[in-house]
């Protein structure tokens, strides 16, 4: 079933569904194919093990999910949308959109913009107030990306790496 409304598609055929354990190749390629990404993703079988965990935990939690985005039957996109309850706001429900890829190759197709309006249809359906993102202070073009889609840069963001276990 997918989860898109064909008519509202900025991209035909595309279809975003949750992702799926066979998907997990390509979503993997597309985060190591990303130059730009400093993540340290990888293609090489050792690291299948850690990326097989993180989607399992991603797949057993409630608050949101991993989605793929897919065009003639082959993934070429996904973000994860994760949802959080706060305090602040009344108790506000806040989405957050995280790891969101495109296939270089196919950039400018507007794969990205389909992904993005589809996260801000489920974040609003959830019932969530905003939706945040980060995005590298690199990726110039990301960033006129989502203010053409009606994000504003209202926060500084700030990142410290942590000692692996704690």
Do not use: W
């Not at 270089?104 to 107030?129: D, N, T, Y």
């Amino acid at each position: 079933m997918p989860l898109t409304d064909p008519a509202a598609d900025p991209v035909a055929g595309i279809l975003i569904r949750p992702a799926r354990s066979d998907d997990l190749p390509a979503l993997i390629a597309l985060f190591a194919a990303d130059a730009l990404g400093g993540h340290g993703d990888t293609c090489d079988a050792s690291a299948l093990d850690a990326y097989r965990a993180a989607f399992d935990a991603i797949a057993a939690d409630s608050r949101g999910g991993l989605y793929a985005a897919e065009l003639d039957g082959r993934v070429v996109g996904t973000f994860h949308l994760i949802l959080v309850r706060s305090l602040p706001g009344r108790g506000a429900l806040r989405a957050f959109l995280e790891a969101v890829q495109v296939d270089e190759a196919l950039r400018g197709r507007r794969i990205g913009e389909a992904m993005v309006r589809f996260a801000m249809a489920e974040a609003g359906r959830a019932g969530a107030q905003s939706l945040a993102l980060t995005s590298n202070k690199v990726r110039t073009d990301a960033h006129r990306f989502y203010r053409r889609l009606g994000f504003a840069s209202s926060h500084e963001g700030f990142k410290i790496a942590l000692p692996p276990n704690g």
